[in-house]
């Protein structure tokens, strides 16, 4: 501190980065610090950071968002208790914010206790063993703590290991903790598939970390500091068996002293303690259990390095002097550290002018660039992946007409030189100041240390004093933040961080979003049908942003009811071989989803059922002298039941008995009666609660003619009890109260409403200061905000039309640590960004309010359903029966559990019934489940022309740092076509900026989607149907985009996911055309050739272009391009008999005799246009075609995208 004043510390006005700082004499384990202002003066500290070293050179900041709150006068006491105790000498308080009115002003207490204090210090060549009584220790719990310092990223800091292959082994690799673990004595030490468990980042950074483990039998738990994980030993072994000893701080080769193993640990271990025992106190006191290899001592060695911290990517850098070298040579080696993939290193002027040398991280290589005046630069990279967060070391060179350059010991790489240079000025490390800085790349953030120029090393401390050079913007001490510990990533996604932020991939997990919190699949195959999908395998996430992963699972469609459908192991029949009551046959299923996932499917279903069948002759069930049954099976939790297929739980009897149509009326079951014929029981069992079969033994086969046969069925459930789960709200003071929501890292909620009031609060959830809330905030928009202790944040959605219209509307809200998003209905999902370093968790603890608040003012009045929090459904119509002002369910026909109006059909409730608006339907009729069918020839197309965007409403924030953002880049596409010319043009979309998407058939007829997303790159090309799909048959076409992923499903059986080059978004689209497109150099040659067949229900996002061409007659965003007025492609009832939809069936689906009729009519017009072009072939076969060329090789042989002709057009409107 620069000074003290009576009453308390105050620095001086013209002090630089002021602080105070605290010597407790000894280490200290401190749990609270208090502050207050400069006693009766207007001097007081609002906000501070608080710092920590044991030896007052290196510090380390206590993690705490946005520092400590202080004091907003001069007297009064504020505490801040540690979340974490810290072990200590010295404490160092930094303001941040201070009295305006006044100026800063300090009087601190700290709180804690006496720490008593074990040390030994390894110096990387040394280590302690510890011996054991008898020749091997067999444990089936551990429990090892210690603390640690270290000077180096790798080193081993405990190992054992025994003669029969099992293992323990804690070491530091990559500034990670790794700890290696077998009690599988079958499993070799040797093997190459050992996998660490892995905790902690940046361990070697001179601070003090913690480490716990603790294991009994196969279960372990590891934490370093204050971060854990717990997992499962694998192998059969429950035991370790180490032989001899262990050893601490390296692992000394037998028969070789001094020699190692592996690299053996440098720094200082606190407190060892292994099962109890003090090991760093029985070497202190040279007990004979312990035995030193090398030079151990028991006092910490001081740190020997001094780091400094570059803070600014804009404005950081350290000028240093050159040292005077000789004539035409200098040096510069320094080590540093960072997370960016960007940043300048280093900079220096070359005499003779002008030159510049400068070096520079890009794309997390390093880069030397040599910058001369009238010839070309010279560069050479070096290193790779330097942003990892690990020191790294560098040497710059400069000796005979050659700068070498070399990255942690490997070969250098070198730029010569056309004649002799030396350095001119000052070296700038990490950037520049703005009248010297001439270089696009940003500045260094990190950690620099051991600067030596021309072989001298300088001296950080008499940089900071003013003595050396000058700085800006650093930080004296290495400030690295490793931002992806804790990970904050959802299921299983990598993390990567820069100095300021991190971010998730998601590739592989089955979620999406920022931080891997959405599934991308749906909860159920009822959400697959409402979707439009037929039957089929799909992916389902029962539990959706929940911790429970995906699983496939066949989705039955073609009934009243939507079958979710989970095979096992044995479904076909199983012969059983000879077996007794006391030796049964067992066979257990292994079903291909987890327990956890089957109890989600099956809790969220509406009926769920399992058919066994049991043939027999000779071979009972039941029939016993003391009732004990012969054959039983386990349900899904292990128990053992003897109910047999369609009879209720707890009772031995079989269906045909409670059908009354047994074989045999004496007995209850079919095979009972024992008959040397065959017979059968057969039955479906449908208590929810037991399923699914888990195991089934049978033992009545080992008799002279027994035989049988058992077929245990999949599980089959039907049903999705969230959907239609509903409350309605008659008085604004009513609400339904449920748990406090569980939000502090991640959360999403979704339901559906209707209401025909203008406003009103959905829910709501409060904390101390915290809150998050949903509601309708007028009656075209949904507002989301919530605080998380930055101020607080809103998000709102404009609809163009009213939301109090008594219909049904969806809302999606989620907030995570990165960002915050809203959706309403199909408008574009709105985003904001959350602060950098602000406030990460979202602290609640009032209950969680639907429908109203607690202060019973605003609420909701009309009707909730579906409402899904965290991936979980809320019971909504449970908690209205017994809730004033409140009913289950909603009134009104398009409430009902089955969908009235299909194909993005919308109900609409009428006094007297309901109609579908089918305006967002590629369909028609009176329930939207009619093709909208056209036919084409060769010259005709049908074109929409996208209207200019309307404006939305730009989101708002309290937050000055928040950003909004647009909606992310997606599509939907969807068609079906019937054609039997190759090549064809099916569908384009184009913009204004030149790019398109592209849906063909080539020369072989196979499929191929074209999608051009950035102009100066070429296009992305996928070809998923490789077979001929100009058939004459028809065939189902749906795309489906979200960012980079594509994914792609024709007819029903094929089903593939395409990753694109870019995830920009398609910028004012201009026109979506059906048929031939004729658009410039950038078109493909297949447009050439057109389309003759039939198109049917096209739907492309919210627009389906043919039905807006036969509905909306004379409108001018619809246009016909033909060579004559007779090639207007043909419509109505030609080419859309009367059939039902292809993919999305109302109830039964009647595909098979509507696809005849609907191919049949097609094939009719498609067979009429050949003949017809036949006969313009022979009146014209002196015209030649073109030969068109094909330039790309890929997937682009047969069609090139880019050299067609314009044909001149004529438009004729619908």
């Not at 803070?311 to 070298?325: E, M, N, V």
Request: proline fraction near 4%; charge should be neutral; aromatic fraction near 10%.
């Amino acid at each position: 501190p620069s000074g003290f004043r009576a009453g308390g510390w105050s620095p001086m006005v013209t002090d630089h980065d002021p602080w105070l700082q605290v010597d407790l004499r000894e280490q200290m384990e401190v749990t609270a610090v208090a502050t207050q202002g400069r006693y009766d003066s207007w001097d007081w500290v609002s906000s501070y950071l608080l710092l920590y070293s044991d030896t007052g050179r290196i510090w380390k900041q206590h993690r705490h968002e946005d520092g400590f709150v202080g004091n907003v006068n001069s007297e009064t006491v504020v505490q801040n208790k540690l979340s974490h105790p810290l072990k200590t000498r010295f404490l160092r308080f930094v303001p941040l914010d201070w009295n305006p009115s006044g100026w800063m002003g300090l009087r601190v207490e700290v709180f804690g206790c006496s720490y008593k204090s074990y040390v030994a210090d390894f110096d990387g060549r040394s280590s302690l063993l510890y011996r054991f009584n008898q020749k091997s220790m067999s444990t089936v719990k551990d429990v090892i703590s210690l603390r640690f310092k270290s000077h180096q990223a790798e080193g081993v800091l405990l190992h054992g290991e025994g003669q029969r292959g099992d293992y323990i082994t804690l070491e530091l690799h990559r500034g990670k903790l790794d700890l290696y673990l077998n009690l599988d004595d079958s499993r070799s030490k040797f093997s190459s598939r050992r996998v660490p468990v892995t905790v902690g980042s940046l361990l070697d950074d001179q601070h003090w970390h913690s480490v716990h483990m603790e294991r009994f039998n196969k279960q372990v738990n590891l934490t370093v500091d204050s971060h854990s994980q717990h997992f499962q030993t694998k192998g059969d072994g429950h035991s370790l068996e180490v032989d001899y000893e262990l050893s601490f701080g390296g692992i000394p080769l037998p028969g070789k002293p001094g020699t190692f193993l592996r690299k053996n640990f440098n720094g200082c271990v606190e407190n060892l303690y292994y099962n109890g025992i003090n090991v760093i106190d029985l070497a202190k006191r040279r007990k004979p259990q312990i035995h030193s290899v090398g030079n151990v001592t028991f006092s910490c060695s001081p740190p020997q390095l001094v780091a400094c911290t570059f803070l600014s990517s804009s404005s950081s850098f350290l000028s240093l002097p050159s040292a005077a070298p000789a004539t035409g040579e200098f040096s510069v080696r320094f080590q540093f550290r960072t997370w960016n993939p960007e940043g300048l290193l280093l900079s220096v002027q070359l005499s003779p002018s002008p030159q510049k040398l400068e070096l520079q991280i890009s794309n997390s290589w390093l880069h030397l660039t040599l910058h001369s005046a009238g010839r070309q630069r010279s560069e050479v990279s070096a290193g790779r992946r330097v942003n990892d967060g690990l020191w790294h070391a560098v040497s710059l060179t400069c000796r005979n007409l050659r700068i070498s350059l070399t990255v942690d010991g490997e070969p250098s790489s070198n730029v010569d030189l056309w004649e002799q240079v030396e350095s001119k000025g000052s070296f700038y490390f990490g950037g520049c100041p703005p009248m010297d800085c001439h270089v696009h790349t940003p500045a260094f953030q990190g950690c620099m240390q051991l600067i030596s120029i021309n072989n001298q090393l300088l001296n950080l401390t008499h940089v900071q004093q003013g003595f050396l050079g000058s700085y800006n913007e650093l930080q004296r001490f290495c400030l690295l933040s490793p931002r992806c510990l804790p990970n904050l990533c959802e299921h299983g996604a990598r993390c990567s961080q820069t100095w300021s932020s991190f971010s998730c991939d998601c590739s592989g997990t089955g979620y999406s979003g920022a931080t891997c919190h959405n599934s991308i699949y749906e909860s159920s195959c009822e959400t697959y049908k409402l979707s439009g999908s037929s039957s089929g395998f799909y992916f389902i996430d029962p539990d959706g942003s929940g911790p429970l992963g995906p699983t496939q699972v066949y989705c039955n469609m073609t009934e009243n009811k939507v079958w979710t459908i989970l095979s096992h192991n044995s479904t076909s029949p199983v012969r059983v071989p000879a077996s007794s009551p006391q030796k049964p046959y067992n066979v257990k299923f292994s079903y291909n989803a987890s327990a956890d996932q089957l109890r989600a499917v099956i809790s969220g279903s509406d009926q769920c059922q399992q058919e066994v069948v049991y043939t027999c002759k000779r071979s009972r069930l039941f029939n016993t002298k003391d009732g004990s049954p012969l054959s039983w099976w386990l349900d899904r939790e292990g128990e053992r039941r003897s109910y047999w297929g369609g009879f209720l739980p707890g009772v031995q009897q079989c269906s045909c008995s409670l059908e009354e149509n047994c074989m045999d009326m004496n007995y209850f079951c079919n095979c009972d009666a024992d008959r040397d014929t065959w017979a059968n029981d057969t039955g479906i069992l449908s208590y929810k609660d037991h399923l699914p079969v888990s195991q089934i033994f049978i033992g009545d086969t080992n008799r002279t003619g027994s035989e049988a046969v058992y077929h245990v069925g999949p599980l089959r459930c039907y049903g999705d009890k969230s959907i239609w789960n509903a409350a309605s709200f008659y008085q604004e003071s009513s609400y339904l109260y449920f748990p406090t929501l569980q939000a502090e890292l991640a959360s999403d909620i979704s339901f559906y409403f209707k209401t025909s009031t203008p406003s009103g609060v959905f829910l709501e959830n409060q904390g101390l200061k915290d809150f998050i809330r949903l509601e309708l905030s007028s009656p075209s928009v949904v507002t989301f905000s919530f605080d998380v202790g930055n101020g607080p944040a809103v998000l709102s959605v404009k609809s163009h039309l009213p939301l109090n219209d008594r219909q049904w509307h969806y809302v999606r809200a989620e907030r995570n640590v990165k960002e915050a998003s809203l959706q309403v209905d199909q408008l574009p999902l709105r985003f904001l960004e959350a602060p950098a370093d602000g406030h990460l968790r979202l602290q609640l603890s009032s209950q969680l309010f639907v429908g109203g608040t607690a202060s019973q003012q605003r609420g909701f009045l009309g009707c909730i359903r579906s409402l899904t929090v965290n991936g979980r459904s809320v019971d909504l119509e449970e908690r209205a029966k017994m809730t004033p002002g409140v009913t289950s369910g909603c009134p009104g026909y398009c409430s009902g559990s089955s969908s009235l109006c299909h194909n993005r059909g919308r109900c609409i409730e009428k006094n007297n019934g309901y109609i579908c608006d089918c305006s967002q339907s590629a369909y028609g009729g009176t329930t939207c489940n009619q093709e909208v069918s056209v036919s084409f020839d060769r010259e005709s197309s049908v074109t929409y022309t996208f209207q200019e965007p309307f404006s939305v409403m730009q989101n708002r924030s309290s937050q000055v740092s928040s950003v909004s953002k647009d909606s992310r880049a997606r599509e939907d596409v969807a068609f079906s076509f019937v054609t039997s010319q190759r090549p064809s043009m099916l569908l384009t979309v184009s913009t204004f900026s030149q790019q398109y998407i592209a849906v063909i058939l080539t020369r072989n007829g196979s499929l191929q989607i074209w999608y051009h997303l950035q102009t100066d790159r070429s296009p992305d090309v996928f070809g998923p149907a490789l077979g001929n799909l100009a058939d004459g048959r028809l065939h189902r076409i749906r795309m489906h985009r979200v960012g980079k992923n594509l994914y792609v499903q024709i007819d029903q059986d094929i089903h593939r996911k395409y990753t694109l080059s870019s995830d920009a978004e398609l910028i004012l689209i201009r026109y979506l055309t059906l048929g031939m497109e004729n658009l410039d150099e950038e078109v493909m040659k297949a447009a050439s050739k057109g389309f003759i067949g039939c198109l049917s229900s096209v739907q492309f996002n919210h627009v389906a272009p043919l039905k807006a061409a036969l509905t909306n007659r004379g409108s001018s965003l619809i246009s016909i391009r033909a060579l004559t007025r007779g090639n207007v492609p043909a419509s109505g009832h030609d080419c859309n008999s009367h059939h039902h939809p292809l993919t999305l069936p109302p109830a039964v689906f009647s595909g098979v005799v509507t696809a005849v009729v609907f191919i049949a009519v097609c094939a009719l017009a498609v067979v009429s246009r050949l003949l017809y072009q036949q006969r313009q072939a022979q009146r014209n076969s002196s015209i030649k075609e073109e030969h068109r060329h094909s330039t790309y090789t890929d997937y682009r042989t047969e069609l090139h995208l880019h050299n067609s002709v314009r044909d001149s057009v004529k438009e004729y409107y619908i």
